[in-house]
C-alpha cells in the first residue's frame, strides 16, 4: 500500500514534500510508522539514479514528464518500481511480465504490485 500511494500522489502540481509525508502516513496506518527512516525512499530520476531524494520537507515541484523512482521498504522486503509522471496518470516502466502481483487500493485506485516472488 505504501507503494501504490506513492505511485497515486506523485502528480503534476504537489511537491516532493506533500507526496512524501502522505507516503509517511500510510507506513503508520499499515503499522509501520518509523519503516522509511531505514532506507531512502528514491524520488526524481534522471541522469543520476536520483536527481532529488525525497524528504518531507521538500518543496520540488512534480512535473507531467518528469521520472520518479520509488523504493518503499520494511525490514527484509523493498520494492522499486520507475515511473513517469503524465497529465492525468502515472505510466510505471519497470513491470515484469509474469511477475505474481497483488492488488493494492489507494485513493479509491487499484494499483497492481509486485508481490514476494515464492519458490517451490
Known amino acids: 500500500n505504501v507503494d501504490a ?3 497515486a500522489v506523485t502528480k503534476p502540481g504537489a511537491t516532493l514534500g506533500k507526496t512524501f509525508l ?3 502516513q500510510t507506513y503508520t496506518k499499515e503499522g509501520f510508522p518509523d519503516e522509511w527512516r531505514l532506507h531512502h525512499q528514491g524520488g526524481l530520476a ?4 536520483r536527481e532529488v531524494i525525497a524528504s518531507p520537507g521538500s518543496t520540488v515541484p512534480i512535473q507531467a514528464g518528469q521520472v520518479f523512482a520509488w523504493n518503499p521498504s520494511i525490514a527484509g522486503v523493498k520494492s522499486e518500481d520507475t515511473m513517469l509522471i503524465n497529465e492525468n496518470s502515472n505510466e510505471v516502466l ?6 505474481p502481483m497483488v492488488e493494492a487500493r489507494v485513493k479509491g485506485q487499484t494499483f497492481l504490485r509486485p508481490a514476494i516472488l515464492e519458490r517451490d
Open 5 to 7: 500511494t506513492f505511485i
Open 22 to 24: 502522505e507516503a509517511m
Open 46 to 49: 534522471g541522469y543520476l539514479p
Open 94 to 99: 519497470t513491470t515484469i511480465p509474469g511477475w
